[in-house]
């Protein structure tokens, strides 16, 4: 290459860059949206593989109402805009140069295929088989959001279920000899087991026709292993396939399994009572933003029209303003622990792994490098050999004696041996439950000590979590960052958090040691109960299920009805606010200014007010408050007049904790009602004043 060539390369190549960087923006001759960065395939493939948060495929072959397939000649022109419009929904030209993460993208085109569903499932009565999209009205879109506004359960709203579901069967039991279902159904005598009450089931079929139901599935091949309460449940996958042929993205959902149609009643149960409830009580109501998430979405078919594709005009500011005026569900709240749950489930949690912790995580790493030795896997080796040779004394301790608590699978078990199994797991339970309640009360410890958000725990990983002193935890923020580029944050965790972090990730060094891993993985990974590997995977279930096992073991409280509390990390987080206002009621905060390493109360509160969402310490304030107002304390005179007016009595001890909570809450949030802290003598003590203005009147 001369000179003269190498300059005018090294001219041109900025210019290249720049037009590649550029590109997006700048409207170029031919069709635009036609490509996209979860785009894996070829624009006018019949099968697109999406790449975003969650790989999935969208098969365009569908067949409509006219008995042609949208890929048809026919239909082509409607193809080519409903495949734009999913592309334009991630464009530039829609989120205006705000780079979406692979998560948000997944929501965006979930969404959008939600529209799309709804318009394909009503084809044939909206004429879009006909003119395609363009055959949409504005009357139409209206029908559309009222009809999603209805209910929060895109089931109940756009895929109507329960009523495809039901007119599905129906028709199949039609199709089928009463002789031949009947013969089925005596030869398996659960088939014609206990049916659910009416209040409880999916479908709308009568007794005898759940029967006959149950016997053409079975006949059908369409029942599998069950889990949760059932031996055996529909195969609801393949009913969904067969019932919307006609969608795009139904059988990328999960629809509710009909309990009358599952076989072998309370066959498995997952904790050892009723779980008292996490949220506030919720309504079928959908809320207003989810609504607009999805109507959003319509305001990219005017891109179309300029793009000379057959669709409809759309005025979004008018969507929206219909849509305000539709009944939107209020916000749930989420419940606060009682004080003596969160306390006695730290307690017991830091007791566990001080006491056992190091012994447990020494027996499981013997037991696994015999099992590496006689090359099989550690459950196999347990079966063979006798584990008590590999177990230190303080797990004797425990009397474990075994792997496992008899014939158990996973952390279930069956109501026949509920009283029993449950007596063993805090008498005599297996080296896989005292591992499993070791990461649990890490879990618990971590969650309660830290304040962290469920995802960004879920998110650690061995070796990766600490800082170099070795007294910050190292986390991304869920709530911060562009894209998957999430902020790398420190805080700083107690030292006995910092030994515990530590004992789990001598575990996995163990494990790497003796090439059981080949490299760390989440730090709450739990064992494996069986299979070759010997670290489970980690999810959100998975992390919850730990939780709820340690909660039974620890015999954490009941509420008033007899439920179990199973605590939810976003319940942990509000500890540091919980404890600062009822240490200011009730007695010191020494231990927290210890942990948190601040001199003075006031530096704790800054510390709270900048780690803990305004919501949250509303909400906190509100139950403190009503604490107070139900014992009849100072909080009580001073909010006597206006609870009386709001709830037209006097005596506060009868009012519902929720709506006492709700309606305080509010108070704050109008701005009436504040509750802070006043700091005093040199800001080390502090009080929490009450202030209530603009009464309310009778």
Same mark, same amino acid.
């Given at each position: 290459m001369s000179s @003269? !060539?190498?300059?005018?390369?090294? %001219?041109?190549?900025?210019? @290249? !860059?720049?037009?590649?960087?550029? %590109?997006?923006?700048?409207?170029?001759?031919?069709?635009?949206?036609?490509?996209?960065r979860w785009l894996a395939s070829d624009f006018n493939a019949t099968t697109w593989k999406i790449a975003t948060e969650v790989d999935f495929e969208i098969d365009w072959a569908i067949r409509l109402p006219d008995g042609e397939l949208l890929t048809s000649k026919k239909h082509a022109a409607l193809c080519e805009t409903?495949?734009?419009?999913?592309?334009?929904?991630?464009?530039?030209?829609t989120h205006g140069g705000r780079m979406y993460s692979r998560h948000q993208e997944r929501l965006t085109l979930k969404n959008t295929l939600l529209c799309i569903d709804y318009f394909l499932l009503h084809a044939q009565d909206l004429k879009v088989d006909q003119f395609g999209l363009a055959a949409i009205t504005t009357n139409d879109l209206h029908a559309f959001v009222g009809t999603v506004a209805s209910n929060r359960s895109p089931e109940k709203t756009i895929y109507k279920w329960h009523v495809r579901l039901t007119e599905f069967l129906k028709q199949r039991i039609d199709d089928t000899q009463r002789s031949a279902l009947e013969e089925v159904l005596s030869s398996d005598s659960e088939l014609s087991g206990p049916i659910v009450d009416e209040s409880e089931r999916v479908t709308t079929l009568s007794d005898s026709d759940v029967l006959a139901a149950r016997a053409w599935l079975a006949s059908a091949n369409l029942y599998k292993s069950g889990y949760g309460s059932f031996r055996l449940v529909p195969r609801s996958d393949r009913l969904v396939a067969e019932i919307y042929?006609?969608?795009?993205?139904?059988?990328?959902?999960?629809?509710?399994?009909?309990?009358e149609l599952s076989v072998g009643a309370n066959f498995r149960i997952m904790t050892e009572y009723p779980r008292a409830r996490v949220r506030s009580e919720r309504d079928a109501r959908m809320r207003q933003r989810d609504l607009f998430r999805i109507t959003d979405g319509l305001s990219s078919l005017n891109l179309l029209r300029a793009e000379r594709l057959p669709a409809p005009e759309v005025d979004i500011r008018s969507i929206r303003n219909f849509a305000k005026t539709l009944d939107f569900k209020v916000e749930g709240r989420y419940r606060t622990l009682p004080q003596q749950v969160v306390f006695s489930a730290l307690q017991k949690a830091v007791e566990y792994v001080l006491q056992y912790g190091d012994e447990l995580v020494d027996s499981f790493l013997s037991l696994a490098a015999k099992a590496l030795e006689a090359g099989i896997s550690t459950f196999k080796f347990a079966q063979r050999a006798d584990i008590c040779a590999y177990l230190g004394p303080k797990c004797k301790q425990l009397n474990i004696r075994a792997w496992s608590i008899g014939d158990t699978y996973h952390l279930r078990v069956t109501p026949s041996n509920q009283v029993e199994y449950y007596a063993a797991l805090?008498?005599?339970?297996?080296?896989?439950?005292?591992?499993?309640?070791?990461?649990?009360?890490?879990?618990?410890?971590?969650g309660i000590l830290s304040a962290r958000r469920g995802g960004e725990l879920i998110d650690l990983i061995a070796g990766k979590c600490l800082d170099v002193s070795k007294t910050r935890l190292l986390f991304r923020n869920r709530k911060s960052g562009l894209a998957e580029m999430r902020n790398l944050e420190a805080r700083p965790i107690p030292p006995i958090v910092v030994r515990f972090v530590a004992l789990l990730e001598r575990l996995q060094d163990g494990l790497i040691r003796l090439r059981a891993m080949t490299e760390h993985t989440h730090l709450f990974a739990p064992p494996a109960y069986h299979g070759d590997q010997y670290i489970a995977a980690l999810n959100h279930s998975s992390y919850n299920a730990v939780l709820d096992f340690f909660a039974d073991w620890a015999q954490l409280p009941l509420d008033k009805d007899g439920r179990r509390y199973y605590p939810r990390q976003h319940q942990f987080r509000r500890f540091f606010a919980m404890l600062f206002f009822w240490g200011g009621g009730f007695g010191g905060i020494d231990t927290l200014r210890w942990f948190l390493g601040h001199t003075n109360a006031e530096h704790v509160w800054h510390y709270i007010t900048e780690s803990t969402p305004g919501a949250t310490i509303r909400s906190v304030a509100a139950e403190w408050a009503a604490y107070g107002v139900k014992h009849n304390t100072l909080e009580a005179q001073v909010l006597a007049e206006e609870l009386q007016a709001h709830f037209g009595t006097s005596d506060f001890r009868i009012l519902d904790d929720e709506a006492l909570c709700l309606h305080l809450e509010d108070l704050i949030e109008e701005g009436r009602l504040k509750i802070e802290p006043q700091f005093l003598d040199g800001k080390n003590q502090y009080r929490i004043a009450v202030v209530l203005s603009g009464y309310a009147r009778a």
């Amino acid at each position: 290459m001369s000179s @003269s !060539e190498a300059q005018k390369q090294a %001219a041109y190549e900025p210019n @290249s !860059e720049l037009e590649a960087l550029l %590109a997006p923006y700048v409207r170029a001759a031919g069709p635009r949206y036609r490509t996209a960065r979860w785009l894996a395939s070829d624009f006018n493939a019949t099968t697109w593989k999406i790449a975003t948060e969650v790989d999935f495929e969208i098969d365009w072959a569908i067949r409509l109402p006219d008995g042609e397939l949208l890929t048809s000649k026919k239909h082509a022109a409607l193809c080519e805009t409903l495949k734009c419009w999913l592309i334009a929904r991630t464009h530039i030209d829609t989120h205006g140069g705000r780079m979406y993460s692979r998560h948000q993208e997944r929501l965006t085109l979930k969404n959008t295929l939600l529209c799309i569903d709804y318009f394909l499932l009503h084809a044939q009565d909206l004429k879009v088989d006909q003119f395609g999209l363009a055959a949409i009205t504005t009357n139409d879109l209206h029908a559309f959001v009222g009809t999603v506004a209805s209910n929060r359960s895109p089931e109940k709203t756009i895929y109507k279920w329960h009523v495809r579901l039901t007119e599905f069967l129906k028709q199949r039991i039609d199709d089928t000899q009463r002789s031949a279902l009947e013969e089925v159904l005596s030869s398996d005598s659960e088939l014609s087991g206990p049916i659910v009450d009416e209040s409880e089931r999916v479908t709308t079929l009568s007794d005898s026709d759940v029967l006959a139901a149950r016997a053409w599935l079975a006949s059908a091949n369409l029942y599998k292993s069950g889990y949760g309460s059932f031996r055996l449940v529909p195969r609801s996958d393949r009913l969904v396939a067969e019932i919307y042929q006609n969608t795009l993205s139904a059988k990328l959902r999960r629809f509710r399994l009909p309990p009358e149609l599952s076989v072998g009643a309370n066959f498995r149960i997952m904790t050892e009572y009723p779980r008292a409830r996490v949220r506030s009580e919720r309504d079928a109501r959908m809320r207003q933003r989810d609504l607009f998430r999805i109507t959003d979405g319509l305001s990219s078919l005017n891109l179309l029209r300029a793009e000379r594709l057959p669709a409809p005009e759309v005025d979004i500011r008018s969507i929206r303003n219909f849509a305000k005026t539709l009944d939107f569900k209020v916000e749930g709240r989420y419940r606060t622990l009682p004080q003596q749950v969160v306390f006695s489930a730290l307690q017991k949690a830091v007791e566990y792994v001080l006491q056992y912790g190091d012994e447990l995580v020494d027996s499981f790493l013997s037991l696994a490098a015999k099992a590496l030795e006689a090359g099989i896997s550690t459950f196999k080796f347990a079966q063979r050999a006798d584990i008590c040779a590999y177990l230190g004394p303080k797990c004797k301790q425990l009397n474990i004696r075994a792997w496992s608590i008899g014939d158990t699978y996973h952390l279930r078990v069956t109501p026949s041996n509920q009283v029993e199994y449950y007596a063993a797991l805090r008498s005599s339970p297996g080296l896989y439950e005292a591992l499993i309640l070791l990461f649990g009360s890490i879990q618990v410890a971590t969650g309660i000590l830290s304040a962290r958000r469920g995802g960004e725990l879920i998110d650690l990983i061995a070796g990766k979590c600490l800082d170099v002193s070795k007294t910050r935890l190292l986390f991304r923020n869920r709530k911060s960052g562009l894209a998957e580029m999430r902020n790398l944050e420190a805080r700083p965790i107690p030292p006995i958090v910092v030994r515990f972090v530590a004992l789990l990730e001598r575990l996995q060094d163990g494990l790497i040691r003796l090439r059981a891993m080949t490299e760390h993985t989440h730090l709450f990974a739990p064992p494996a109960y069986h299979g070759d590997q010997y670290i489970a995977a980690l999810n959100h279930s998975s992390y919850n299920a730990v939780l709820d096992f340690f909660a039974d073991w620890a015999q954490l409280p009941l509420d008033k009805d007899g439920r179990r509390y199973y605590p939810r990390q976003h319940q942990f987080r509000r500890f540091f606010a919980m404890l600062f206002f009822w240490g200011g009621g009730f007695g010191g905060i020494d231990t927290l200014r210890w942990f948190l390493g601040h001199t003075n109360a006031e530096h704790v509160w800054h510390y709270i007010t900048e780690s803990t969402p305004g919501a949250t310490i509303r909400s906190v304030a509100a139950e403190w408050a009503a604490y107070g107002v139900k014992h009849n304390t100072l909080e009580a005179q001073v909010l006597a007049e206006e609870l009386q007016a709001h709830f037209g009595t006097s005596d506060f001890r009868i009012l519902d904790d929720e709506a006492l909570c709700l309606h305080l809450e509010d108070l704050i949030e109008e701005g009436r009602l504040k509750i802070e802290p006043q700091f005093l003598d040199g800001k080390n003590q502090y009080r929490i004043a009450v202030v209530l203005s603009g009464y309310a009147r009778a």
